[in-house]
Protein backbone atom coordinates (compact mmCIF):
# COMPACT_ATOMS: atom_id res chain seq x y z
CA UNK A 1 0.00 0.00 0.00
CA UNK A 2 1.62 3.39 -1.04
CA UNK A 3 1.43 6.40 1.51
CA UNK A 4 -1.02 8.20 -1.04
CA UNK A 5 -3.09 5.23 -0.95
CA UNK A 6 -2.90 5.16 2.70
CA UNK A 7 -3.50 8.74 3.92
CA UNK A 8 -6.96 8.94 1.54
CA UNK A 9 -8.17 5.43 3.30
CA UNK A 10 -6.85 7.03 6.76
CA UNK A 11 -8.86 10.65 5.81
CA UNK A 12 -12.19 9.20 4.45
CA UNK A 13 -12.07 6.38 7.45
CA UNK A 14 -12.13 8.95 10.07
CA UNK A 15 -14.35 11.39 8.58
CA UNK A 16 -16.59 8.05 7.80
CA UNK A 17 -16.51 7.32 11.60
CA UNK A 18 -16.89 11.29 12.56
CA UNK A 19 -20.31 11.29 10.01
CA UNK A 20 -21.48 8.08 10.97
CA UNK A 21 -21.40 8.76 14.63
CA UNK A 22 -23.03 12.05 13.95
CA UNK A 23 -25.95 9.93 12.50
CA UNK A 24 -25.65 7.53 15.31
CA UNK A 25 -25.95 10.35 18.15
CA UNK A 26 -28.89 12.57 15.78
CA UNK A 27 -30.81 9.39 15.16
CA UNK A 28 -30.52 8.58 18.93
CA UNK A 29 -32.05 11.97 19.69
CA UNK A 30 -34.34 12.28 17.51
CA UNK A 31 -35.66 8.64 18.99
CA UNK A 32 -35.87 10.33 22.61
CA UNK A 33 -37.44 13.39 21.96
CA UNK A 34 -39.66 11.67 20.00
CA UNK A 35 -38.90 13.91 16.83
CA UNK A 36 -38.13 11.22 13.97
CA UNK A 37 -41.91 10.81 13.61
CA UNK A 38 -41.78 14.26 11.74
CA UNK A 39 -41.34 14.52 7.75
CA UNK A 40 -38.68 17.37 8.55
CA UNK A 41 -36.72 15.03 10.69
CA UNK A 42 -35.09 12.73 7.65
CA UNK A 43 -34.97 16.24 5.50
CA UNK A 44 -32.66 17.80 8.11
CA UNK A 45 -30.44 14.82 8.14
CA UNK A 46 -30.07 14.61 4.43
CA UNK A 47 -28.75 18.15 4.45
CA UNK A 48 -25.93 17.16 7.17
CA UNK A 49 -24.69 14.63 5.54
CA UNK A 50 -24.19 16.07 2.19
CA UNK A 51 -22.63 19.17 4.02
CA UNK A 52 -20.54 16.79 6.07
CA UNK A 53 -19.29 14.54 3.10
CA UNK A 54 -18.58 17.83 1.22
CA UNK A 55 -16.74 19.34 3.95
CA UNK A 56 -14.63 15.69 4.13
CA UNK A 57 -14.16 16.00 0.36
CA UNK A 58 -13.05 20.01 0.24
CA UNK A 59 -10.66 18.94 3.78
CA UNK A 60 -9.19 16.18 1.11
CA UNK A 61 -8.19 18.52 -1.33
CA UNK A 62 -6.56 21.37 1.05
CA UNK A 63 -4.30 18.22 2.29
CA UNK A 64 -3.55 18.05 -1.62
CA UNK A 65 -0.53 19.86 -2.59
CA UNK A 66 -1.38 20.80 -5.73
CA UNK A 67 -5.63 21.28 -5.08
CA UNK A 68 -6.19 18.94 -8.04
CA UNK A 69 -8.21 16.21 -6.99
CA UNK A 70 -9.73 13.95 -9.40
CA UNK A 71 -13.32 12.12 -9.99
CA UNK A 72 -11.87 8.92 -9.13
CA UNK A 73 -10.56 9.96 -6.04
CA UNK A 74 -13.43 12.27 -4.96
CA UNK A 75 -15.79 8.91 -5.21
CA UNK A 76 -13.36 6.34 -3.42
CA UNK A 77 -12.90 8.74 -0.64
CA UNK A 78 -16.78 8.94 -0.44
CA UNK A 79 -17.11 4.96 -0.81
CA UNK A 80 -14.92 3.98 2.15
CA UNK A 81 -17.02 6.45 4.01
CA UNK A 82 -19.97 5.43 2.82
CA UNK A 83 -18.86 1.79 3.97
CA UNK A 84 -18.13 3.41 7.68
CA UNK A 85 -21.36 5.50 7.65
CA UNK A 86 -23.96 2.88 7.03
CA UNK A 87 -22.31 0.68 9.22
CA UNK A 88 -23.27 3.40 11.87
CA UNK A 89 -26.54 3.68 10.68
CA UNK A 90 -26.90 -0.10 10.89
CA UNK A 91 -25.84 0.12 14.32
CA UNK A 92 -28.54 2.75 15.53
CA UNK A 93 -31.24 0.34 14.54
CA UNK A 94 -29.35 -2.97 16.14
CA UNK A 95 -29.54 -0.67 19.10
CA UNK A 96 -32.96 0.62 18.50
CA UNK A 97 -34.24 -3.00 18.06
CA UNK A 98 -32.91 -4.81 20.95
CA UNK A 99 -32.62 -1.85 23.48
CA UNK A 100 -34.64 1.59 22.53
CA UNK A 101 -37.66 -0.02 20.92
CA UNK A 102 -37.74 -4.31 21.28
CA UNK A 103 -41.54 -3.42 19.98
CA UNK A 104 -39.97 -1.63 17.05
CA UNK A 105 -39.23 -4.70 14.66
CA UNK A 106 -42.43 -6.68 15.19
CA UNK A 107 -44.47 -3.60 14.17
CA UNK A 108 -42.42 -3.12 11.05
CA UNK A 109 -42.75 -6.95 9.87
CA UNK A 110 -46.49 -6.71 11.40
CA UNK A 111 -47.14 -3.63 9.40
CA UNK A 112 -45.20 -5.72 5.72
CA UNK A 113 -47.10 -8.43 6.19
CA UNK A 114 -50.69 -5.65 6.30
CA UNK A 115 -49.16 -4.59 3.11
CA UNK A 116 -48.50 -7.60 1.49
CA UNK A 117 -51.75 -9.49 2.38
CA UNK A 118 -53.81 -6.74 -0.03
CA UNK A 119 -51.69 -7.76 -2.44
CA UNK A 120 -52.65 -11.61 -2.06
CA UNK A 121 -49.44 -12.84 -0.26
CA UNK A 122 -49.74 -14.05 3.10
CA UNK A 123 -46.31 -14.56 4.93
CA UNK A 124 -48.05 -14.44 8.50
CA UNK A 125 -47.21 -18.23 8.41
CA UNK A 126 -43.57 -17.58 7.79
CA UNK A 127 -42.85 -15.14 10.45
CA UNK A 128 -42.69 -16.85 13.43
CA UNK A 129 -40.70 -16.73 16.36
CA UNK A 130 -38.56 -19.24 16.00
CA UNK A 131 -37.89 -17.34 12.13
CA UNK A 132 -37.23 -13.53 14.02
CA UNK A 133 -33.82 -14.31 14.33
CA UNK A 134 -33.47 -14.40 10.65
CA UNK A 135 -35.89 -12.10 9.62
CA UNK A 136 -34.37 -9.65 12.07
CA UNK A 137 -30.09 -10.01 10.71
CA UNK A 138 -31.61 -9.98 6.99
CA UNK A 139 -33.55 -6.65 8.07
CA UNK A 140 -29.84 -5.00 9.79
CA UNK A 141 -28.26 -6.37 6.56
CA UNK A 142 -31.07 -4.29 3.61
CA UNK A 143 -30.37 -1.16 6.19
CA UNK A 144 -27.09 -1.32 5.45
CA UNK A 145 -27.01 -1.84 1.86
CA UNK A 146 -29.98 0.26 1.28
CA UNK A 147 -27.85 3.34 3.75
CA UNK A 148 -25.02 2.77 1.33
CA UNK A 149 -26.69 2.70 -2.04
CA UNK A 150 -27.85 5.83 -0.75
CA UNK A 151 -25.11 7.61 0.33
CA UNK A 152 -22.77 6.37 -2.69
CA UNK A 153 -25.64 8.51 -4.86
CA UNK A 154 -24.95 11.55 -2.84
CA UNK A 155 -21.02 10.39 -3.27
CA UNK A 156 -21.23 10.37 -6.63
CA UNK A 157 -23.52 14.01 -7.39
CA UNK A 158 -20.58 15.58 -4.92
CA UNK A 159 -17.76 13.82 -6.96
CA UNK A 160 -18.99 15.07 -9.58
CA UNK A 161 -19.81 18.76 -8.30
CA UNK A 162 -16.22 19.09 -6.94
CA UNK A 163 -14.31 17.45 -9.69
CA UNK A 164 -16.37 19.48 -12.28
CA UNK A 165 -15.56 22.66 -9.63
CA UNK A 166 -11.50 21.59 -10.01
CA UNK A 167 -11.55 21.76 -13.82
CA UNK A 168 -13.53 25.15 -14.06
CA UNK A 169 -11.25 26.70 -11.29
CA UNK A 170 -7.76 25.28 -13.27
CA UNK A 171 -9.45 26.75 -16.12
CA UNK A 172 -9.94 29.69 -14.75
CA UNK A 173 -6.32 30.09 -13.51
CA UNK A 174 -4.81 29.32 -16.78
CA UNK A 175 -6.94 31.94 -18.51
CA UNK A 176 -5.75 34.57 -15.36
CA UNK A 177 -2.15 33.54 -15.69
CA UNK A 178 -2.12 34.03 -19.61
CA UNK A 179 -3.88 37.16 -19.13
CA UNK A 180 -0.77 38.55 -16.73
CA UNK A 181 1.64 37.41 -18.60
CA UNK A 182 -0.05 39.34 -21.75
CA UNK A 183 0.23 42.44 -19.32
CA UNK A 184 3.56 41.65 -17.87
CA UNK A 185 4.92 41.79 -21.74
Not at 53 to 72: E, G, H, L
Not at 114 to 140: A, C, H, R, W
Not at 145 to 151: A, R, Y
Amino acid sequence: MTDSTKEYMQHSFRFGSLIGFVTFIYYVIGFYLDFEKGQWFDDVYFFIEIAMIAWMMVAYKKTQIDNRVKFSRYFILGLIASLVISLFYMIYFVVRVTKLDVLFFDNYMNEAITQLKTMGIDYSKVFTQQNKPFFEVVFFISIYIGNFISNLFYVLLLSWFMSLNNRMYNMNNRNNNQNNNNNNQ
